[in-house]
């Protein structure tokens, strides 16, 4: 099973680029989360969505923006990178009913804004 | 506000030796609690969660944690640690009525020597 799979691994950006971070999962759940995970901050949560079409922030979104077309992929979006954004970034998702808070992460990416 | 409060930053202990890492929770209702490992460069892994019913939760890999609502506390123990276990672990918070919405603390790192 691939479960929640994000790319790329490992990213570096100069000071006011913009990319994309990817996040796909292929266990039809409904809920999509991202966080970003900074040395003694644990994780933050930055946007999440509850459906497709459906978002909403979370902790820490500015800098961000984030949408949601399918249910299967919701990809953040660094409109002009600081370097205040160089992080971890983790996906997650998780399904409906009992397991609605069961959380399933993917290996993350690594990002360093120059 | 929902919080999560691990007091430990940094636990070393022998191989063999037995294993409590503390967590403490800010919550006004009913809370989901979980447990979630990380390994050197790795995504999150869930050892267990709690829902409601019998206060102590088995998990993966020998784990095992106790919810206490009147200390507002939910420790994870393992009675004889292995090498394997050095990792950094991340207690968390959730509730049904907050959709995916989770709080993590700030993790605890776990050195294991032999």
């Known amino acids: 099973n691939a479960g929640v799979t994000q790319t790329p691994k490992f990213q570096v950006l100069k000071t006011g680029q913009s990319m994309t971070l990817q996040c796909a999962q292929d266990?039809?759940?409904?809920?999509m989360s991202w966080y970003r995970q900074d040395p003694g901050m644990g994780l933050r949560l930055i946007h999440y969505?509850?459906?497709?079409?459906?978002?909403d922030q979370g902790e820490v979104p500015n800098g961000y923006n984030v949408s949601r077309s399918t249910t299967e992929d919701f990809p953040l979006r660094l409109l002009s990178a600081a370097p205040s954004q160089t992080s971890v970034y983790f996906c997650?998702?998780?399904?409906?009913?009992?397991?609605?808070?069961?959380?399933?992460f993917g290996a993350g990416t690594r990002l360093s804004v120059l | 506000a929902q919080s999560v409060t691990q007091p430990d930053i940094h636990i070393t202990v022998s191989e063999g030796a037995s294993l409590e890492l503390r967590c403490n929770y800010s919550?006004?209702?009913?809370?989901?609690l979980f447990w979630y490992v990380q390994s050197p460069g790795q995504g999150l892994q869930l050892l267990l969660k709690?829902?409601?019913?019998?206060?102590l939760v088995q998990g993966i890999k020998g784990f095992e944690a106790e919810f206490k609502r009147s200390q507002s506390s939910f420790n994870l123990r393992k009675p004889s640690v292995h090498w394997s276990d050095a990792a950094e672990y991340f207690c968390?918070?959730?509730?049904?009525?907050?959709?995916?919405?989770?709080?993590f603390g700030t993790g605890t790192s776990l050195t294991v020597i032999p």
């Open positions: 968390a918070v959730g509730a049904q009525d907050t959709g995916n919405q989770f709080y």
């Open positions: 997650a998702s998780s399904g409906q009913g009992a397991l609605q808070n069961i959380q399933y």
């Open positions: 919550y006004g209702a009913t809370p989901y």
């Open positions: 266990m039809n759940h409904e809920y």
């Open positions: 969505s509850v459906g497709a079409g459906i978002t």
């Open positions: 709690y829902f409601s019913g019998d206060t």
